[in-house]
């Protein structure tokens, strides 16, 4: 009878063991991380360089290449194939879909936009409107979670993506940097020079039409 309740106690102690303290299960992040087995054979870091943008390119790789791909184009089927299949479809039921594990998050129709490109970052007007979404809203799975300066160098790293290169972007020169070109202005005159081109040939076609009905033509000065 002693060994019969000294043996339920140990079981019942188990229990409680391993009901508090479950086997971890692996952790699917969207984001690959410094020496795991999410990156594709051939792709290696960039280099550490000494520009903010230079700094702003390897956070990049690390922490948003994942999701907006290797040149910026955005979570493409193109790019989602450049993984193992087991993370092809981010969107598919216990990977990052209708049932994320416990510690994953859902990541739904397998979307994130490109971020370097024609016609990207157009909502944004400046670098500012810019810092101020990814310092609040991204990474999409842990917002807010860099350090203002490595989001500093992010913008920097988009910045120079887009052709556009400043020595360091940050809160004092950051709204004086436009994302998207304005429309070139087309000045008056060149409106009118070309509509006085239109109303010449218009008054010589006519000219011309009139001459030959009649049949007065150009060569000759005769009637025919």
Known sequence: ??????????LFC?????????TPRPTRLPTPLPGGNMFPAWMTPPAR??????AGAVIYY????????????????????????EHQNCARSTC????????????????APALIGANTLAKYENAQALFDFMSTRMP??????LSHQEYWQLVAFLLRQRGVNVAHIDAA???AVRLHQEAVAIP??????????FLLMGLGGSWLVWRMKRGIYPDSGRRK
């Open 1 to 10: 009878m002693i060994l019969f309740f000294i043996g339920a106690a140990f």
């Open 14 to 22: 188990a229990h409680v063991a391993f009901a508090d303290n479950p």
């Open 49 to 54: 360089g000494t520009t903010q943008a230079d």
């Open 62 to 85: 690390y922490r948003c290449m994942a999701c907006h791909g290797d040149k910026g184009q955005g979570l493409t089927t193109e790019w989602r194939a450049q993984w193992d299949v």
């Open 96 to 111: 990052h879909g209708a049932r994320p594990p416990p510690e994953g998050f859902s990541f739904p129709k397998n979307f």
């Open 140 to 145: 999409y799975q842990a917002p807010a979670s």
């Open 173 to 175: 020169n950051a709204s």
């Open 188 to 197: 008056n005159w060149i409106f009118g020079l070309v509509a006085a081109g």
